[in-house]
């Protein structure tokens, strides 16, 4: 089981994580009319997972965020693969994982304020 600092480290990482989507998905949503330009992801949830089920916090400073062309997405006659919709299903979910993780440090970090304060 991780410590409180393998937890913040955790919501941390995440954290990080949905901010870089955030600027993916941004320049993916400028570039849906760019002619021959490949959608963008940013991966590290696996990696994530896998330094979380190993229950040791010194893993979690080697998940890297990776950007990566997205795989397997179809593209337009102009070799354009982005799809407006999908981007902005992707930002709103990306919002809630980001606003939800904010939240959860938040409530830990008030915890541990009013441990202290009595």
């Known amino acids: 089981m991780l410590s409180d600092d393998g937890v913040f480290g955790i919501i941390g990482k995440v954290l990080d994580g949905c901010a870089l989507r955030q600027k993916v998905i941004a320049a993916n949503l400028a570039n849906t009319e760019t002619p021959g330009y490949k959608r963008l992801e940013v991966r590290f949830e696996d990696q994530l997972a896998q330094a979380v089920e190993?229950?040791?916090?010194d893993l979690l400073d080697r998940?890297?965020?990776e950007i990566a062309?997205?795989?397997?997405?179809?593209?337009?006659?102009d070799g354009n693969?982005?799809?407006?919709?999908?981007?902005l299903g992707e930002m709103t979910k990306n919002n809630l994982a980001f606003s939800?993780?904010?939240?959860?440090?938040?409530?830990?970090?008030?915890r541990y304020r009013d441990a202290i304060g009595g």
């Open 54 to 57: 190993s229950g040791r916090a």
């Open 63 to 65: 998940v890297e965020l």
């Open 69 to 77: 062309p997205t795989e397997g997405f179809a593209a337009r006659g």
């Open 81 to 87: 693969n982005v799809d407006f919709g999908r981007e």
């Open 100 to 110: 939800t993780f904010a939240q959860l440090a938040a409530l830990r970090v008030r």
